[in-house]
């Protein structure tokens, strides 16, 4: 494809069209993705005090500001162009080269863009946005999911990480949380972190969400790995799975009942129109040959 105001190709960013990411990451039913990660996240002691001890979470405008520049940075790095997406990443790693934090345990400072921590955060997206997608129903092989995980490697390396040390499929991944698992636990910030969730402190404008909110936590919560449930001092059994998956199957199949202008983000909507644009191509290239 050509980018008709310069006639050169067209800067799809760090995935574009025929990408797993693409197809996955619109979907409305990742916002559960992106919440069970963060508390996948929260049970790296380190992460979990790095972000707590650097970010205003008590104050609700704070932390729902900084909840909308994450939000944001996702959006770039997911859909955006080569020089957006270096440009927000060169802002969060200057960001967070400045930032320590306090281990409770030892009373070391380490730095916050530790390559432990940034590789614990990426990963705890990756296995969020992907078990929530299969599980949803979203239709994707075994494949499928190796290449997201593999393309995913290119959004580590916004924050600083050299993909080579990256899991790049699902088997490696399911290894690199068999060798953390040893490492981590619910930590005192994580576990009120949990709690928040099910009464979040929120700006009066949005306070209608309030209601709404242990709903919501009680799926983010249920689609958890049963280790990560039980680190929380949750139940985990084998129940708990097929009901949050029964959910997400139910939520995936409500939200594709709403017409796709209405059900996806703008940015979505396009990277959906490139991709049938895509398609299409490669369905002439082939009969052509």
């Known amino acids: 494809?050509?980018?008709?105001?310069?006639?050169?190709?067209?800067?799809?960013g760090l995935f574009g069209p025929g990408s797993v990411t693409w197809q996955v990451m619109g979907e409305p039913v990742l916002i559960v993705g992106g919440?069970?990660?963060?508390?996948?996240?929260?049970?790296?002691?380190?992460?979990?005090?790095?972000?707590?001890?650097?970010?205003?979470?008590?104050?609700?405008?704070?932390?729902?500001?900084?909840?909308?520049?994450?939000?944001?940075?996702?959006?770039?790095?997911?859909y955006?162009?080569?020089?957006?997406?270096?440009?927000?990443?060169r802002r969060v790693r200057k960001l967070h080269s400045k930032l320590t934090g306090l281990d409770m345990r030892t009373g070391e400072t380490f730095p916050v863009d530790d390559p432990e921590n940034l590789l614990w955060v990426h990963m705890g997206e990756v296995d969020s946005y992907l078990d929530v997608a299969r599980r949803a129903g979203v239709p994707l092989t075994a494949a499928d999911a190796d290449a997201f995980v593999d393309e995913q490697r290119r959004a580590a390396a916004v924050v600083g990480l050299d993909p080579a040390?990256?899991?790049?499929?699902?088997?490696?991944?399911?290894?690199y949380y068999a060798r953390m698992r040893r490492q981590i636990f619910a930590c005192r910030e994580?576990?009120?972190?949990?709690?928040?969730?099910?009464?979040p402190a929120v700006p009066q404008h949005l306070m209608p969400?309030?209601?709404?909110?242990?709903?919501?936590?009680?799926?983010?919560?249920?689609?958890?790995?049963?280790?990560?449930?039980?680190?929380y001092g949750l139940p985990g059994l084998p129940t708990?799975?097929?009901?949050?998956?029964?959910?997400?199957?139910?939520?995936?199949?409500?939200t594709h009942v709403v017409p796709e202008r209405y059900r996806y983000s703008p940015d979505a909507q396009r990277a959906r129109r490139l991709t049938r644009a895509h398609e299409a191509d490669l369905a002439t290239w082939s009969i052509a040959s």
Not at 211 to 231: D, E, F, I, N
């Open 1 to 12: 494809m050509r980018d008709e105001a310069t006639g050169g190709p067209e800067d799809h």
């Open 35 to 78: 919440i069970r990660a963060l508390l996948l996240q929260a049970l790296h002691p380190r992460t979990m005090w790095g972000t707590a001890q650097n970010s205003e979470l008590m104050n609700p405008d704070a932390a729902w500001a900084r909840l909308g520049r994450t939000v944001e940075f996702v959006r770039v790095r997911t």
């Open 80 to 89: 955006g162009t080569r020089p957006e997406v270096e440009r927000v990443g």
């Open 165 to 175: 040390d990256v899991p790049g499929s699902v088997a490696e991944m399911k290894d």
């Open 190 to 199: 994580a576990r009120e972190g949990l709690k928040r969730m099910f009464s």
């Open 209 to 231: 969400l309030k209601l709404a909110a242990p709903g919501v936590a009680m799926l983010v919560v249920s689609t958890l790995p049963r280790w990560a449930r039980r680190m």
């Open 240 to 254: 708990s799975d097929l009901a949050a998956t029964l959910a997400l199957k139910g939520l995936y199949r409500t």
